[in-house]
DNA sequence: AATGAATGAGCGTTCATTCAT
DNA sequence: TATGAATGAACGCTCATTCAT
């Protein structure tokens, strides 16, 4: 499906050393985002970790925000794909994917790059539009997974509630890695939250009682 | 029992006309800080919209650090006295307390102020040790009231039960900000996402089931 | 003959409490310059070294010019008076005087401040001025000590060569505090190099014969 | 035998532009220190000099101080050939070689770069490490041309005093720049002063007589 | 495809100076 | 007298970007 495995905005690189210094590029860049946050991400400094010049830099990214925005593809698409491989993977029941969703989530945020790289996007979205977009498709993507999940494990529910809980388990998911992840106090939590997380957003949507207002539309007709 | 509204690292300003310039600083870089984010606060920008000259600016803030950790302080503060006023409030149960907790700050966030100062907290604490020590002083104040609530709920629990429980609401509910924050796609649930959360978090403090492991020290005996 | 001990171009201070502030102020100013040079020798810094505000240096010296052109005249000061007191001095010879001249200046290098004080001058006269007319009268009155001594040690000189020998003299004598002066490498030969300097410009005055090209005005005629 | 013209700390300008532009910026920064000096020194104005933009120059120099060493080097350089040329000549005797030594200082201060150079020079020197080290290497070379030509001139003379000697006449001649360099008081007598310092200082090294108490240990036995 | 050179704007900060109190 | 507040220019330096080679 796909055609090349780097996604870019870029102009060049069509050669296959271009291809590679592609990806020279967004991993330098990567590291810097990660390791210095989004203050200091500076063309030079990503040209140095990437051990090239400013020009030559130059000439892959007319500009800056090209580059952030390719790289914030690249980076958002490894989240992505974890989802689809849950997803995807026919030995799990419904209830497992979706225990597997909620821990994987926390459980990545031991890694460096997930604890430091979400705030940077969130703190970019704020203020920057490809930012924001990058955000909303990641959120989308990760909640698509689980909208699909909550009719099937409780198929009571209005799809109102079925959002509005998706929407929720999502965003509680979001904030842990400030708090269990890499390098962060309560990081020796990190898989006791997991296990917690998921029994408590499992049962949030198995208890889940269909609400009497927002079924109403289809439901008030039978009663 | 404050003894001053406005806590400092300045040198200056002990005047009466001081202390109406550093709240204008203050002000001004509070709102520059909400609405461009930090890779746009710049010195020149706060003076700008304190409507006073740089020169001025750095009579009072020998360095922009300075002007961040003070900063962070004076909005941090804020956040601390939402918790205190609940916890001082009599008229509550310790449910209604816990319920309360839950849903200011789900609730609170939208204010651009808060759907925006948070991940910009977040992304510099990772990168910057005062941030990182504003933010360590916020969660552990916000948490002590929860930590505190947790046993009288459920006496049944260990400590470190509490403490994983406590962290867990804490972590789950720093996320909506950028869910149902000002200006985002899911605002509208706010209110509904508000109950939801207050509602589940309270049953998994009431619903926990003493560990055996944790708890086996002193009821072991017992047993 | 003095009228006060303080010679300034200052507005102010003429009570005794402005006269101990300007005293205050030339020894703070003195010891910045004598300390990190002309270069950083910046109001806030003496200001601070006083102990004072920078308003009320400015109050004293409207001019940073102005403060540098007293504290120029008050350190000259101190070196136009070990001439006088040279001159003065009726239990020496003329032989002894010329030796001690000599000597003082070379032994006064090993203070600081004298090391440290006249690259500044020599510096600041080269852009400057103010410091160039005090290093003049500086230079002019310490060798009138000297062009009165020489005629005196051998009245065979014509007037030119005696104006020579001791502009010769004082020239040589103006470099000793690179190479012996306070922290420098030759420190500990600077006994021994005033002796020696005092022998040998000793005797260029007294050995020097009467020129045959610049004294033949007059004695043309008597021969 | 040298192999690039340009000593630098710089990091770039590898290319022969680049080479041509390294010494546009060296030359517009001995004008700006010689014609305005070390106060007054700034990037923007030796950029301005060099007729070019301040990102450049700092492309070329990442720090003023940088530029300031290699500049005190080029400089340096010039004073260390001028000695080094009149030791190689093979035309000249022991006695020659001293004077002329003694002469070409004194009469190069006619020059504003030297009588203006070298007071920033000895003002630096007391507050910077890197302009004392230049300042020290200079002397040093130029004191070893003195120190070999003491011995050969005055065979009986213990390498104290051959030392003492040396530093004597080094000291002795460096003051002169003030007195009677470009646009000074004196600088009309500057021929005068030249050939009275040579004799004076070549007698100094010839008449001097050997000391009974430094050369003690190897006479002594003889006596 | 890659480099080094160059620009001009902007950064945080410091400066001499002025002014109201 | 003395202070603190305030200004505007300038400081050394870094930035994203452009361009010639």
Redesign the pocket.
């Known amino acids: 499906m796909k055609i090349t495995i780097v996604q870019t905005r870029h102009e ?4 296959s ?2 291809q ?2 592609l990806l020279k590029i967004l991993s330098a860049a990567r590291s810097v985002l990660v390791d210095v946050g989004y203050n ?6 990503i040209a140095e970790t990437a ?15 090209l ?1 952030l925005s390719d790289l914030l593809d690249a980076v958002i698409e490894r989240y992505l794909r974890i989802f689809d491989d849950i997803t995807r993977d026919k030995n799990l029941t419904d209830e497992q994917k979706m225990k597997q969703v909620i821990c994987s989530i926390i459980l990545d945020c031991e890694r460096k790059e997930t604890t430091h790289f979400f705030p940077e996007l969130w703190a970019l979205a704020n203020h920057n539009e490809e930012a924001a977009a990058g955000m909303d498709l990641l959120y989308e993507r990760a909640r698509s997974v689980i909208d699909r999940l909550i009719p099937r494990l409780n198929p009571s529910l209005s799809q109102d509630q079925c959002v509005l809980i998706s929407l929720f388990i999502s965003a509680s998911l979001e904030g842990q890695a400030m708090f269990v992840g890499y390098n962060k106090k309560g990081a020796h939590h990190r898989e006791a939250m997991a296990e917690l997380a998921a029994e408590t957003f499992l049962n949030v949507v198995l208890d889940a009682k269909p609400s009497q207002e927002t079924t109403s539309a289809s439901e008030a007709v039978r009663a």
């Open positions: 060049k690189g069509n050669s050393k271009g590679e210094t200091a991400f500076t063309m030079r400094k051990d090239m010049s400013i020009g030559n830099l130059s000439y892959y990214y007319k500009s800056k925000q580059l």
